[in-house]
């Protein structure tokens, strides 16, 4: 975990925030205007607390990336299957 703190720091901070803006902008639920509906208000939510959880993790590197695989990849049961399931603190 320190190394990953100690990466973390050296980057700009618009390096830490480039994977926040690559979830805000994989939630593909738009009305037909291109406002966010109710639904993807709700997923980005969820999602960026699962990460956020996530990163607070003191997991080793390989768990949590599995981890942020299953959030990206399986967007609204990603995130819940990794809060019932994550076997967090």
């Not at 480039?18 to 969820?46: E, F, H, K, Q, W």
């Amino acid at each position: 975990m320190n190394t990953l703190r100690h990466f973390a720091s050296r980057l700009p901070l618009t390096a830490l925030l480039l994977p926040l803006m690559l979830l805000a902008t994989s939630c593909s639920r738009y009305n037909d205007n291109g406002s966010l509906s109710i639904i993807g208000v709700i997923y980005l939510i969820l999602a960026i607390a699962a990460v956020i959880s996530l990163l607070k993790q003191d997991w080793s590197l390989g768990k949590k990336l599995i981890w942020g695989v299953v959030i990206w990849f399986f967007p609204v049961l990603g995130s819940i299957i990794y809060f019932l399931f994550s076997g967090r603190k």
